[in-house]
């Protein structure tokens, strides 16, 4: 370098990784047996006995890659030397190299695609979930439904314009838990509307949480915006013992109800904003049964007309706290933020329609183990940090390989996070694991 004569630049880091902090991810997909659960489900079509790498660990490149914000399979071919993703990938992987961007393509894009394959995937975001709630049993669920856009930039087959999100787009629906964990995800066409297809989605969530499965949850709630105020969805709710609080349209017999909360007051408008609750019953002609809706009437300063919103609910709360319990659904929305920009769940562009459902199901994976991570085996210091955070001052944490005879040792950037917050990430990570079993002798 001509500034500096001192300095030079060589090219054979071959050693060296930017992603050192997926070691971590990879430390706790081992406690929890993620990806062993996952290769159980997955069948692998291959025939021959000359595969270079297992279906494991082809799985394993293709989650960890996207938690390092490599969104598809076009940076393989340099990651297939990355002595991190090598060791992340395990197998032969280890001293020659990871799958390559064709090999990663072929298990993505055919292997993935066939139809058991696709199932597969569908079911796994669930067993990955069950499988941390049975080390953390938790005594109560919360399930929010909500769709979102994946705009697309070419022929996507499905993708069509959508006038709500004013773009041309594919249309996933998701279903989160109170943890932020993606319990159930499905990519649909751009046009369906937005409960298309809900009672797919939902019905084996609620199964997996019913009293028979999981008898330690004693309080099961839902939440959904308008577009799931569905009769059938309020009766397979009310069926399955689960409250709900889901908001509805407005029309005229449910602005006659509070016809005397809209009128203002006598007197000068104050300079703050003025809220009334009430609750009534209301049974609509498609309704079972008359149900709780609860109003909500909003007077802001400056505004001619209030602000109203009506509540479904079966729930036997204040007005004020029902709104409140319903308002928290706004955390699904950041959970989809998080997964769009995150993990960038949005990169769907392959061609075929069942070719971009498995990279969505790919990135669902990939997010829930990121978030496993925030939620379970994050120490204090770093409890707050969002997911974009943790990749970019976590996972992008520099690590050089230095190989001895008997073991592999990771040397740290002394730069980077603290050896504390190391040590305390795989101290909560070694809390999860399972009991060694018990010897019997004979």
Known sequence: MQFDRSVKLAFQGSSISSDG????????????????????????????????????????QSLFSRLAGYEDVNDADRLCRDPVMRQLVGGRAVKDRAGSASAMGRFETQMLTRPENLAALTELPGRWIDAVHDRRPPKSITLDMDSSESPVHGDQEGSAWNGHFQSKCLHPLFVFNQFGDLERCALRPGNVHSADGWEDELRPVLARYSAEVRPSITRRRFRADAAFAIPTLFDLLEAEGWDYAIRIKGNRKLHDQIAWLTRRRPGRPPNHVVRHYTSFHYRAKNWSRPRRVVAKVEFHPGELFPRVGFIVTNRSLPNERVLAFYNDRGTAEQHIKEGKHAIRWTRLSCTRFAANAVRLHLHALAYNLANFLRTLATPEAIETWSLTSLRERLIKTGARLVRHARYAAFQFAEAALPRQVFVGILALINGLRAPPAATVFV
Request: proline share 2%.
């Open 21 to 60: 902090g997926l070691l971590l991810h990879r430390e706790l997909d081992d406690a929890l047996n993620l990806t062993d659960i996952a290769a159980e489900l997955i069948a692998d079509p291959r025939t021959g006995r000359n595969g270079r790498h297992r279906l494991a660990g082809l799985l394993r």
